[in-house]
Structure formats: C-alpha cells, structure tokens
C-alpha cells in the first residue's frame, strides 16, 4: 500500500474500541468529510431519531411508537410501564429457561424437555434463526429445528427428524399479530402430530404474541405452558431483542445480558451528531453515497465466517422490508429501496464474486471480518500460514481486486464473534436503517407489502374452496377451467382457477382428465 493509501485508510477508519470493532470506509471512494448538501439531511435525521427514542409516533401510518432501542435500554423507554414490562419480561424469560433447563418444568410423558421447535415467519424466525446458528456448539443446552413456512413437505422433513423427539420437545409459537397464516398452519399441523402421539400439544407450548391476539386468546383458553407479550413499539423484524430473539436464545444457553449490552454500546455510540464519529451514520451516509440515496447500488453482504451465514438473510429482511416503499412519508411515489444479497466468504469467490469482479459494477461490498478464528491453535497448514490466514488473505485479496477494478465496498472489522459484538453489529445495522431512512424520508417502520401479500393469499384460498364446493355440488360432472371459471361467474380469473385445478388434481384432491391439449384437460370431484 503506498503512502497515500495509508493515509486514506486512517482517515476513513472509524475505531470502536469498546466493542473491538472497526469500520473501514477507505475502499467507498466517498470524501473523507460529509458533503456540505448532506450536513441538514443528516442534522434533521438525528433530531428525528431523538424524537423517536423519546417516543414520537415515528411509524405514522399506523400511529405507532417505534421502541426497540428501549429493549436494550429500560431507562430509555417513555413511560414507566414501558420500563417495567421489558425488564419484568427479560426477567420472565431468564426464570423460564432455567425452569426448563433444571427440569422444574418438564413434559408430559418425557423427563426433560431437550429441543425446542420453533414455529414463526419473517421477522418472528429469522432473527432466532441467526442467532441460534451464530452460537450453536456442543454446549447448547436444546437442540434447535424451525418451521418458517407453510409447505407440507418441509414441516414433514422437520418432524420426521424430530420423530419420537417430540415428546421432549417444547414448541414455541411467536407471532406478533398472532394471525400469520404460515405461523397458524404449522402449528396446526404440529398440534396434530403432538396428539397422535398421545401427547397434550398445551403441555409442550409457548406463545410469543401481542395480548389479545388470537394466538394469544387460544394459548389462554388452552392454558399453554407460558405466553410472553410482544408490543405494537415494536416491529417484527425488529423483535430480535424482545422475547422473540431472547426467549430462544435463552433457551440455547446464552448470555443475554452480553447480547443487550453490545447493543445498548451500539446504540450510544449512534447517537453522536458528528456524522464521521457515529458508526451508524457513516453507514447511512455510505448507502447513500454509494446509491445517489436512491438505492441505485445493491449491497452484497459477504461476512467471511461461517457462522455468519444467516446475516444476510437476516439483514435482506430488516433493510428491504424497512426501506423499500412505494411512497415517501409525504406520499409521493419514490420506490425507494436498498437490495440486500450475500452469502458469505470465501465461499462465494467460488460462486457469484466472478460476476462482481467482471460483470456490471451495480453494487458496493460489506465485508465482515473476524479477526479470531478459533479457540485454541490452528495448524499451519503451509509454513507460518493457518486456514485463517486463507479466510483473511482471501478477503484482503478480494476487496483489493475489486477495488482496482473499480467496485467499492466497506469493512466491518470484530476482533472476536460472541453475544456482545453480534448484539452490536445487529444495532449497528438498525440503526443505519433508521437513520437512512430518514434521509431519504421514508416510514421505515410500516410494511404495506408484506400486508397486501397476505391478503391477496386469502383471495387465492377463497377461489379455491369456491372450486372445490361447485365440484363436489356436482360430482358426476366434468370441467375444464374455463367451464368451471364461467360456472363461477369468475372469467377473469381462469388462469389462476386452471393452476388451483393442477394443484388440487397432483394432490389427489380431485381427479383430472388430460388431453392432447392441456388448457382443454377435464377436472371432476373425487
Ligand atoms: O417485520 C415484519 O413486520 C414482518 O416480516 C413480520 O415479522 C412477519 O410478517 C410475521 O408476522 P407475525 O410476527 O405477526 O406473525
């Protein structure tokens, strides 16, 4: 590196000594001072984050406050029943686990309760998710499985590898509506499998859910093992720090104080107004360097450690659900947007980094470093170099080809992967969310699109009962689906009346007729 690099390098290097991380912006090509255009974007966007940590409706169009910084920070929260809620429930989380782990509470026909499914969608699995596979060792006090979705055949793989496991099992059920179609539907195919088993499912569940919610009315009616709240001041896929991450993370074993306290550092190292010195908003500031502020850029995430596998899952959904909308907060259309894809590293230099290094230069890199490799010695597999040398020497080599080549990216630097920089590098993200968000005056906290999808999903499922009703109404006839669609006053929607016909027909739910001709196949009730 020549002097000049040197110098560039120090002085876009934002040092975090309290949680042993650093954030290197040396390889965005952005100035080393904020651009005078960006000084009131960004001044306006702190006062607005003051505001909302104060507790302002920063969601405005649901009329909600915005409050996951109060789950790192009781002190923070507005009211003193805010307060007590979150300590009261971290407390009820750390007693609850210790009651499964010292067997006070075990099942019904087992001694021990060792797994937990967790059954959830969205912002209610992946941030679990994440965290479980970060940490997952041989020290876990519960074997973890997951059912994120509503397809029969991966609840069946789950179940079949739980097998006679269930009955050491506790299921947890989070949803914060408590109406998620995916969530309910797993759960009642796993209530199903509980019962065949001889097994009361209310005797191996838990419920994470806002009060009232009809998963929350039937875990009370079923008088289920525990239900713990989730609130309207916080969003799914910022949940991670409420009951929703820390319930299972605490079931694995882990040190939720560590996890809340890296945030908590996070969070107050965020809150600086020198844009240069806040590590969430020389994050913002790049996302809009890099992307003219109109996410023009995607960012490639490629952590290079294993265990960091699920971040850009996690951080696909918590960036593009948070800042891809329609409008702007003053509802005019700007389909904003940032796009978020990664795996991880090496890895993927055996996969899409060929693209990056020579195909469209549409993108800016996230690396994430992990300076620790692993407990203990590594072997020198050539003379003075480790596998970790490798994981370096490949990240190194990678930024630098790409960067000659023109492809910017920034570093994120942790000396060690544990509870504190992992709750950490999560805040550092949310808040770079929120603060992006406000530059480019967007509600980061509603989700239209995810609603509508749910939606448009029970119009499909109403059609398809429709057809199955005017089948059944008259058994010993034949359709096709244009005659069905038209039996149904429903012309306009045969394409989808004719997909619905396939399903149910590869389900055995009603006999087909094919044809030369596909579109003239014939349907007719079992
Ligand atoms: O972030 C969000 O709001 C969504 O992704 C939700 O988490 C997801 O739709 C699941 O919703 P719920 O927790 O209500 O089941």
Redesign the pocket.
């Known amino acids: 590196m020549n002097k000049t690099a040197w110098q560039n390098f120090q002085q876009q290097y934002l040092n975090l000594p309290e949680l042993d991380m650093s954030l290197d912006t040396s390889c965005m090509n952005a100035p080393h001072i904020l651009p005078h255009e960006l000084e009131n974007l960004f001044s306006s966007a702190f006062q607005q984050m003051q505001q909302l940590e104060a507790g302002s409706l920063a969601n405005p169009d649901e009329k909600r406050m915005v409050g996951h910084y109060w789950l790192r920070n009781p002190e923070l929260a507005p009211t003193v029943e805010i307060k007590n809620i979150i300590n009261n429930t971290l407390e009820k989380i750390i007693n609850f686990a210790a009651e499964i782990h010292q067997l006070k509470l075990q099942p019904q026909k087992a001694a021990a309760f060792q797994n937990v499914l967790l059954l959830?969608?969205?912002?209610?699995?992946?941030g679990p998710q994440f965290v479980q596979n970060a940490f997952a060792s041989e020290n876990d006090r519960m074997q973890f499985y997951f059912l994120d979705n509503t397809d029969p055949d991966g609840i069946d793989q789950v179940l079949n590898k739980l097998g006679k496991g269930l009955a050491e099992t506790l299921t947890l059920v989070?949803?914060?509506?408590?109406?998620?179609k995916?969530?309910r539907n797993a759960m009642l195919e796993v209530r199903q499998v509980y019962e065949k088993s001889g097994l009361e499912f209310a005797k191996h569940a838990v419920a994470v859910?806002?009060e009232h919610?009809q998963l929350d009315l039937l875990a009370k009616k079923e008088n289920w093992l525990r239900r713990f709240p989730?609130w309207d001041w916080v969003?799914?896929?910022?949940?991670i720090f409420s009951a929703?991450g820390l319930l299972p993370a605490a079931l694995q074993g882990l040190d939720l104080n560590n996890f809340l306290s890296g945030a908590k550092i996070m969070d107050e190292l965020s809150r600086q107004t020198d844009v240069c010195k806040n590590p969430a908003a020389v994050l913002a500031w790049m996302w809009y360097h890099a992307g003219g502020g109109r996410g023009e850029k995607a960012m490639v995430l490629l952590p290079y450690k294993d265990r960091l596998l699920l971040f850009s899952r996690y951080l696909q959904?918590?960036v593009m659900?948070?800042l891809g909308k329609e409008k702007d907060l003053t509802g005019k259309t700007v389909n904003q947007g940032l796009t978020v894809y990664g795996n991880k590293g090496s890895t993927d230099q055996h996969a899409f980094v060929q693209q990056l290094r020579e195909g469209p230069a549409n993108f800016f890199v996230t690396f994430i470093e992990v300076q620790k490799d692993r407990e203990g010695q590594s072997l020198e597999i050539e003379p003075e170099a480790t596998s970790g040398d490798f994981l370096q020497g490949f990240l190194l080599g990678t930024r630098e080809a790409l960067y000659q080549s023109g492809r910017t990216s920034l570093t994120i630097t942790i000396e060690e992967l544990n509870t504190k920089t992992l709750g950490a590098l999560i805040a550092l993200f949310e808040r770079a969310v929120g603060i992006y968000a406000l530059l480019i005056g967007i509600n980061a906290y509603h989700?239209p699109g995810?609603?509508a999808g749910?939606r448009a999903a029970g119009a499909v499922i109403e059609l398809s009962q429709k057809i199955q009703k005017h089948l059944q109404s008259q058994p010993e006839q034949q359709f096709t689906a244009p005659d069905l669609a038209d039996a149904l006053g429903e012309s306009a929607k045969t394409t989808i009346i004719f997909q619905l016909l396939l399903h149910l027909a590869a389900n055995n739910r009603l006999q087909k007729f094919s044809d030369d001709n596909p579109f003239s196949t014939r349907f007719q009730a079992n």
């Open positions: 959830g969608i969205g912002g209610s699995a992946l989070i949803s914060k509506s408590g109406a998620t995916e969530t859910t806002a919610s989730m969003g799914g896929r910022t949940s929703v959904q918590l659900e948070s989700q995810v609603e749910k």
